[in-house]
């Protein structure tokens, strides 16, 4: 039924194995900076590499600092409570995500709010965002509070979903005007810009994943992006168990975290720095091909990267055109050798967040009954 596309995807991949959805892929250094950490030892947190990769990171992005982290979860972790995220806060962001941007608020006991998605950029919506507060915000002293359940309205995390920008300026001025920190959950946008403009650097804090499944990996980790050096001094030393600098001594000031990537890890995020524009370019040059050849379905929409975008295309993404043409195609394509995969359940229906407060969903649950996501790895070894 679907075998034009499951040979087409064969071919594409230069294969007649299973094709994964995403594999990671190591033709640069790695080796060779990974021996270097073996053979000098620092393999652990202390080495030139963690550093290095901070600053390849900051200098891509625009970022006036990049930290590391052992996972894009702690980064949003940590991205909560640099920005005050506090205990029975609320926290608005879409259903429409990966469980680690909610439970990146729950562990601090703040409450997810889910507002719905845009169809054009599957993130979260600025139009919604605007109904909700105008709806159930009010601002005392320059704070924003729910009037309903009495609770702080703190934070707002969109998500750039498989590397597709949100409409940044939009939210950026709604959180503004309502005194609410914008963080953006860019785990899955390395090398995506909006207007020309790194993601994850126009909230105060970004937070990027560098884990396997993502464009470049380092086997596990990653980054905070901030504007503000001082907030990413402070992030270093929350990170490193906040120990104050002394030869022997161990004074800890803060209840600190090992949230600290490894040199040996940081050592393949250099390697797979140094070849992330020519991972991206092939990743819109295969976006471009599956584009072309989704042109003649009519039935099924290849989903393109919104106006004033320049997207990774970490996942490409398809539309089916209702549940049972997007179940019918997630069998045939897995059963033919294509590894295909639905949209992650929503957030608002698992049982952690079931209770939390939502705006309707109305974009977010079309869309879940339609996307299926298509393998998408880099091809230069192809
Ligand atoms: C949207 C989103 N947020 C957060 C994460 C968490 O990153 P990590 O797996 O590195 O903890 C991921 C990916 O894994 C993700 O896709």
Redesign the pocket.
Known sequence: MYSDITSFIHQLYKSDEFIPLHAPLFIGNEKKYMNECIDTTFVSSVGKFVDRFEEMVADYTGAAKAVVCV??????HMAMMLVGVERDDEVLTQAL??I??CNAISYIGAHPVFIDVDKETLGLSPAAVRRWLEKNAEIKKDVCYNKHTGRRVKACIP?H?FGHPVKLDELVSICDEYHIELVE?A??SIGSFYKGKHTGTFGKVG?I???G??TITTG???MLLFQDEELSKFAKHLTTQAKVPHRWEFVHDHVGYNYRMPNINAALGCAQMENLDRYVENKRETAQKYKEFFSIHSDITFFTEPTDCYSNYWLNAVLLKDRHAQQEFLQYTNDHGVMTRPVWQLMSRLEMFKGCETDGLENTIWLEERIVNIPSSVRLNR
């Open positions: 996972s894009g979860t702690n980064a949003l995500t990966f680690a941007t998500m979903t959950d785990a899955e937070a994943s560098f884990n499944n993502k596990g980790g990653g």
